[in-house]
């Protein structure tokens, strides 16, 4: 209950913070400087803020301590190396944006850390190393890659939430 009053909270700030902001690692500045203050000192938030610009298929977005994008294109999956600040909450830091241009027939996949940390009966984590392998399949999917989840832990409760979002280039 406390981290969905948190991420409620942190909602709200983050639609109030981009009112006049130039791009994703500013409203992310903004927001820090609000929960700095505001939250208590032991709870953080980690996340992507992101800015699709559809009509060419531009991304433009900023990390705060979240897992790193993965790119799937015709030549296979990588995650994005890009110099994100620290979890939201902790201490000021700085959120570079990072540009990128979906190619047509490319995505880019945000996904929380119960995909990764999803584990199996000898507590064998899924782990990033797979979910990268997966989407170099040939028909991967959001609905493959949940399957292969539930497959993976062997009908094990997940520890924590599985969030993914796709945003794909046609």
């Known amino acids: 209950m406390a981290a969905a009053l948190l991420m409620s909270s942190t909602r709200s700030i983050v639609r109030l913070m981009t ?3 130039s791009g ?8 820090n400087e609000i929960l700095l ?6 709870r953080f938030v980690t996340m992507v803020y992101a800015i ?3 009509r060419i298929g531009r991304i433009t977005f900023a990390n705060a ?10 030549t296979g999956a990588s ?12 201490r000021e830091s700085s959120f570079p944006d990072c540009d990128i241009k979906l190619a047509p027939g490319s995505r880019l996949l945000l996904y929380s850390d ?25 028909n991967s999917s959001l609905e493959t890659l949940l399957q292969e989840l539930k497959d993976f ?3 094990n409760a997940l520890a924590d939430d599985v969030t993914l979002v796709v945003v794909e280039s046609r």
């Open 19 to 21: 009112r006049n902001a």
């Open 24 to 31: 994703p690692g500013e409203v992310l500045r903004r927001v």
């Open 37 to 42: 203050s505001d939250f208590p000192m032991s």
């Open 52 to 54: 699709l610009d559809p």
């Open 65 to 74: 301590g979240h897992l790193p994008p993965l790119l799937i294109d015709p």
């Open 79 to 90: 995650f994005l190396e890009e110099s994100g600040g620290l979890p939201l909450g902790i």
């Open 114 to 138: 119960g995909v990764i940390e999803a584990s199996n009966r000898t507590s064998e984590e899924y782990g990033q190393a797979r979910l990268q392998r997966h989407f170099c399949l040939a």
């Open 153 to 155: 832990s062997s009908g």
